[in-house]
């Protein structure tokens, strides 16, 4: 089991690499834009269709949450966020959302720090609903 946090870094390039590995499992074609298009981070193809991927991840349910702000939420964008389980070593968990989805469930405060909510999403259920791709 991890007893440090991960950094930032490390979490995110984990989380990319396992949606673009589970991704590619279920028939899609891959492309990893590798920090060179900011509100992008996969770019996957099936069936003659692109669709824009955004990755959020956190470590472990004690993070609670995503952090992510309001003009990050763009539209035709599917997004995933993760929780790696780095605590137990757990299968990490996908929640599969649309950009509306994303917009409506965001949790905005005033601080500007706006968040989508871990025990939330989960309550939703939109954990491993890939079907929306």
Known sequence: MI???????????????FVAGELSRRGYNVTLTSGNTKAIDLLIEKN?????IQVKGIQRIKSIC??????????DIIYVLVNLN????????????TSEEMDKHLKRVKSGRHYIDYNYVKRMNFIDSWDKI
Not at 3 to 17: P, V, W
Not at 48 to 52: D, N, R, V, Y
């Open 48 to 52: 003659k269709k692109l669709i824009p």
């Open 3 to 17: 007893k440090e946090n991960l950094h930032k870094t490390q979490t995110g390039i984990a989380c990319e690499y």
């Open 86 to 97: 780095a605590d137990s070593y757990n299968q990490p968990e996908y929640f599969v959302l």
């Open 66 to 75: 995503w952090n992510i702000s309001e003009e990050s939420i763009r539209e």
